[in-house]
């Protein structure tokens, strides 16, 4: 599956929302007026919500065998928030439990997707189905015209598997806090490199949001100090050479 | 009905299995040292192959394997491989872009070229 903009923005019908209905999807949206229908054209237009749901119910479901709630919401407040949510009933269950959360936010400069959370049940892991729910996302968001991608890089290894994923650094602070770590185990010539590599970003940028991490991830030396650290990751998707790496990691 | 997204993360194994084979994880180090080449990390490149434990050699493969992704692009709007003359033929080209005096011996591998293309259909 190609992850490529559509030439013409695809706008959602109330048949096509009856068939996300028919999914088992439900909108959630205490206190916003107005159909979900009116409100995903008005805030996320080209969004194709029916290839989308669908792409994510037919990868998700077989994993679970429990109760399924699948859910849209919308929330207002400094800005606009479209949130989907995927889970089983056991879904705090760390090897059984399926969850997935995604949310859209548009605010006045830019269209976010954040990538809350992803589980999946130990018996499904390991098959590439992370590599589809990625890039059953992307897509999406090229349709949309999404500027970042947002991970919170923590816990299980995920401040290593993003970094090689080409998620960039966006705060200094933490990848600072990173650099620590490495000069307390490390040999004081590969120490060199890590820092020389941070260094040059940030004397080049020093309020830069784009650490590029990935270099890290890519020191051998690195791995198991980037699986214990805890970092908040983007992809800027307006930048090509970045929208190309992800996209060739993700479908290559 | 919505659960708390600031309580999980993503998995870690959902991104470890993009990581790939000995093969791949080769390629992304080999990425990394033209991003950091580009970037002038490191004072030579000899200590940015260092950096990512790459070897002069594994470098140039993937330099040459890009370049002929480029190609196949440029050529025929697809990573699919073009047809045996036309690749001659552009590699042909390139040598001659790059070596403006051609050497005899590149001279040689030109003229081989030519052959080789004029065969091939």
């Known amino acids: 599956m190609p992850a490529s903009v559509s030439s013409v923005k695809h706008v959602i019908t109330e048949a096509e929302w009856q068939s996300c209905k028919a999914l088992g999807f439900v909108f959630y949206a205490p206190g916003v007026s107005g159909s979900v229908v009116d409100l995903i054209n008005t805030n996320f237009p080209g969004l194709e919500l029916l290839q989308f749901l669908s792409e994510i119910d037919i990868l998700l479901k077989p994993m679970s065998t429990k109760n399924l709630s699948k859910v849209i919401s919308f929330k207002v407040t400094e800005s606009c928030e479209l949130i989907f949510q995927y889970y089983s009933e056991d879904y705090n269950d760390k090897q059984n439990g399926l969850m997935l959360s995604r949310t859209l936010i548009r605010d006045k400069n830019e269209i976010t997707a954040i990538h809350d959370f992803f589980r999946i049940p130990g018996t499904s892991r390991n098959q590439g189905h992370g590599k589809t729910m990625l890039k059953i996302g992307l897509q999406q968001y090229l349709n949309v015209g999404v500027d970042l991608i947002k991970v919170h890089a923590a816990l299980e290894d995920g401040g290593?598997?993003?970094?090689?994923?080409?998620?960039?650094?966006?705060?200094?602070?933490?990848?600072?806090?990173?650099?620590?770590?490495?000069?307390?185990?490390?040999?004081?010539?590969?120490?060199?490199?890590?820092?020389?590599?941070?260094?040059?970003y940030y004397n080049q940028e020093p309020n830069g949001k784009a650490f590029p991490i990935n270099k890290w991830a890519n020191m051998p030396e690195m791995e198991t100090i980037l699986r214990n650290s805890n970092w908040h990751g983007e992809i800027n998707l307006n930048n090509q050479e970045l929208l190309d790496n992800f996209r060739n990691y993700v479908t290559g | 009905m919505l659960l708390d997204r600031n309580k999980y993360t993503e998995s870690g194994y959902i991104g470890e299995e993009l990581i790939g084979d000995a093969d791949q994880q080769l390629d992304q180090r080999c990425l990394?040292?033209?991003?950091?080449?580009?970037?002038?990390?490191?004072?030579?490149?000899?200590a940015t192959l260092a950096a990512y434990h790459v070897s002069d050699a594994q470098y140039k493969l993937f330099v040459g394997k890009s370049a002929i992704k480029n190609i196949f692009i440029s050529y025929s709007g697809s990573t699919l491989p073009?047809?045996?003359?036309?690749?001659?033929?552009?590699?042909?080209?390139?040598?001659?872009?790059?070596?403006?005096?051609?050497?005899?011996?590149?001279?040689?591998?030109?003229?081989?070229?030519?052959?080789?293309?004029?065969?091939?259909?």
């Open chain 1, 160 to 200: 290593y598997v993003w970094a090689k994923a080409h998620f960039t650094g966006a705060k200094k602070s933490e990848m600072g806090l990173i650099l620590a770590s490495a000069k307390l185990m490390l040999k004081t010539e590969e120490f060199k490199k890590v820092k020389e590599v941070f260094d040059n």
């Open chain 2, 82 to 121: 073009v047809n045996k003359k036309d690749f001659l033929e552009i590699y042909e080209n390139m040598l001659l872009t790059y070596f403006v005096s051609p050497s005899a011996r590149v001279k040689s591998i030109v003229k081989e070229l030519e052959k080789e293309a004029n065969e091939a259909i």
């Open chain 2, 32 to 46: 990394a040292v033209q991003q950091s080449i580009k970037d002038k990390d490191f004072s030579s490149y000899e």
